[in-house]
Nanobody, 126 residues
């Protein structure tokens, strides 16, 4: 069983930065594709960013491309989401997700992920 714990959310003003962290348990973390998703009130959960196990490939939603950066530190079993130039429309609960071991053909889809964290709230005020 893999457990994911997100941290780093909060209430911030338009234009500032935040870094979310996701700490994962499990000895096979290094083989997982990791993703970040978010869900705003009244909306469906949406893909934000993903990174494959080696960190060599990353994927971003168009809405965050150029502002957000996903990275991972396998030695610490941790994945990060650096969020710059935050906007009010980025307000949501942000979820960390982990795939099972092995190749993930569609890392932008929520169905590709087996494990989910509880989420951390990010609120951006204008």
């Amino acid at each position: 069983q893999v457990q994911l714990v997100e941290s780093g959310g909060g209430l911030v003003q338009d234009g500032v930065s935040l870094r979310l962290s996701c700490a994962a348990s499990g000895r096979t973390f290094t083989t997982y594709t990791m993703g970040w998703f978010r869900q705003a009130p009244g909306k469906e959960r949406e893909f934000v960013a993903a990174i494959i196990w080696s960190g060599g490939s990353t994927y971003y939603a168009d809405s965050v491309k150029g502002r957000f950066t996903i990275s991972r530190e396998n030695a610490k079993n941790t994945v990060y989401l650096q969020m710059n130039s935050l906007k009010p429309e980025d307000t949501a609960v942000y979820y960390c997700a982990a795939s099972g071991a092995g190749w993930v053909p569609f890392p932008t889809r929520s169905g590709a992920y087996k494990y989910w964290g509880q989420g951390t709230q990010v609120t951006v005020s204008s």
